[in-house]
Nanobody
């Protein structure tokens, strides 16, 4: 059974940094696409960044502040979040799949989510 286990996150003040990690286990295969999504209370789940086929795609709201990276040997994805803002507060999920579609429903496997809270 494929499992995605996230770590990192927590609380930070505006302008500070946090990092997230996610490791895929339970499979010998490397997903073509891995991604980070986030979901604030009462909001839809939005793509933050996805790394696929050598490309990285970011949501406009995090461009220049967040950096996503993958280590395919370790079947892991990372998210470095700098210059955090209060609007970055959400539960962050990692996801894995093999589709070119970047919508949440296109991803097959999900982590349990980790809370990121940004407040003064």
């Amino acid at each position: 059974q494929v499992q995605l286990v996230e770590s990192g996150g927590g609380s930070a003040q505006p302008g500070e940094s946090l990092s997230l990690s996610c490791k895929v286990s339970g499979t010998f295969f490397t997903p073509w696409a891995m991604a980070w999504f986030r979901q604030a209370p009462g909001q839809q789940r939005d793509l933050v960044a996805t790394v696929r086929g050598g490309r990285t795609i970011y949501h406009d709201a995090v461009k220049g502040r967040f950096t996503a990276s993958r280590d395919e040997e370790k079947n892991s994805i990372f998210l470095q979040m700098n210059n955090l803002r209060s609007e970055d507060t959400a539960v962050y999920f990692c996801a894995a799949g093999n589709s070119v579609d970047t919508r949440p429903e296109a991803f097959d496997s999900w982590g349990q989510g980790t809370q990121v809270t940004v407040s003064a």
